[in-house]
């Protein structure tokens, strides 16, 4: 039995370049790998790398969260808060369409990563997911060496180049490369905790996303190691654009530059569906939000 050839690397660039093109978006490489300039002043000059309008999702037919609006801007870190169940990790998915993997799932409303339409006939989820990287909850390494791990994203897309260097680059953005740098071959499950998340922040980071969407990243983790993907996000936005689901309302106001607010409104007996709030810059919402709901939450009134 014949096996699928591996991508080219014509081919993955191809592809790469088509998917940006229609975004209006430069992943080339003198792009992601240069300090970018200074961000322009003023909030016209801001440029938008997400739109979403109207985007709501169902799980077999019963609405999870609906009717979410707004724009997330480039090179910074939006946090998404509120109450378990109000939707955010569920929308967090509707950008790199995670969703699609759950059979009952549908998204409605519209998604645009810069001018194109995620969700448009002729977009492969899989060359969203390889520019719109994730990363989990829980880490979740490969049993494989620390090198493979990081290895391994670009050896299945047929990214050419020193290999050794991909993952020196990746190990040296995740701000780990010290730390591993002379037990490459050991196994990733020997690192703590803290050290295997970043490990899985330098395996998204191998394949040159233009984002990184967190999903409580920092939820199994202690203080320290916390701290140190913290200052990790930090300095990461000077390439990426950052989005991150936390129920820790200290750190969304630690390091992110918006934040969204999440609850969840009962629409029916029996029947309650998440809702955006409110969404605004950060120190905004925790010091003088519009509404009462975010004001009663961020104040630790209920959550």
Request: hydrophobic residues 40%; aromatic residues 6%; proline residues 6%.
């Amino acid at each position: 039995m014949s096996t699928p050839d591996r991508p080219t690397e014509a081919k993955t660039r191809e592809d790469d370049d088509e998917f940006a093109r229609k975004a209006g978006i430069d992943l080339s490489a003198e792009a992601q790998h240069t300090t970018p300039a200074a961000p322009a002043t003023g909030a016209a000059m801001a440029s938008p790398i997400f739109k979403l309008e109207d985007v709501g999702v169902q799980y077999g037919g019963v609405p999870a969260v609906e009717k979410v609006s707004f724009e997330l801007i480039e090179r910074e870190i939006t946090a998404f808060i509120g109450p378990s169940g109000c939707g955010k990790s569920t929308l967090i998915r509707c950008l790199n369409r995670m969703n699609d993997l759950v059979p009952s799932a549908t998204v409605t409303g519209k998604v645009m990563y810069g001018d194109q339409d995620l969700y448009a006939d002729d977009i492969d989820p899989v060359q969203v997911r390889k520019v719109i990287g994730m990363v989990f909850q829980k880490p979740n390494p490969f049993p494989k060496t620390i090198y493979e791990n990081i290895a391994f994203g670009p050896r299945v897309l047929g990214m050419k180049g020193n290999m050794d260097e991909i993952v020196e680059g990746a190990l040296r953005k995740a701000a780990l490369w010290d730390e591993v740098k002379d037990r490459l071959k050991t196994n990733a499950f020997g690192m703590s905790g803290g050290q295997q998340q970043r490990l899985c922040i330098a395996r998204c980071l191998a394949i040159e996303p233009s984002v990184i969407l967190m999903d409580e990243p920092c939820s199994a983790l202690d203080p320290i190691s916390t701290a140190a993907i913290e200052d990790l996000m930090i300095d990461l936005k000077e390439r990426y654009s950052i989005v991150i689901v936390t129920h820790n309302m200290q750190q969304a106001a630690r390091v992110s530059d918006k934040t969204a607010f999440f609850n969840v409104a009962k629409v029916e007996e029996g029947k309650r569906v998440g809702n955006l709030v409110e969404f605004a810059p950060t120190d905004k919402i925790f010091t003088n939000p519009e509404d009462e709901r975010t004001k009663e939450y961020v104040t630790g009134k209920f959550g």
